[in-house]
Nanobody, 118 residues
Framework: QVQLVESGGGSVQAGGSLRLSCAAS????????MGWYRQAPGKQRQLVAT???????NYADSVKGRFTISRDNAQNTVYLQMNSLKPEDTGVYYC????????????WGQGTLVTVSS
């Protein structure tokens, strides 16, 4: 079973930038979709961005043009570059990996906290 470990969270002022990393314990070549989700205080976990093995990306409307997801299969790592951060970007950011074919697999990291102050 692959394990995912996030890093790079922290506190930043509005307008600032952070880069989150998600390191996998083994190769992610077989994991079709890697993604980032966030959970704001008192709210449900929501999709931020996903990236497929082929490099296709998908973003939540609220982060389009500000966040960029990328994956380095050779380093077994997924990144989330976050620019022009807003207070509403505050939350715990979780890395997710899932396969879309048998054997179906979905794993989550433990999360990393991002706090954006105004």
């Amino acid at each position: 079973q692959v394990q995912l470990v996030e890093s790079g969270g922290g506190s930043v002022q509005a307008g600032g930038s952070l880069r989150l990393s998600c390191a996998a314990s083994r190769s992610i070549l077989s994991i079709n979709v890697m993604g980032w989700y966030r959970q704001a205080p008192g709210k449900q976990r929501q999709l931020v961005a996903t990236i497929t093995n082929g490099g296709s990306t998908n973003y939540a409307d609220s982060v389009k043009g500000r966040f960029t997801i990328s994956r380095d299969n050779a380093q077994n790592t997924v990144y989330l570059q976050m620019n022009s951060l807003k207070p509403e970007d505050t939350g715990v950011y979780y890395c997710n990996g899932r396969t879309t074919t048998f054997p179906y697999l979905e794993v989550w990291g433990q999360g990393t906290l991002v706090t954006v102050s105004s």
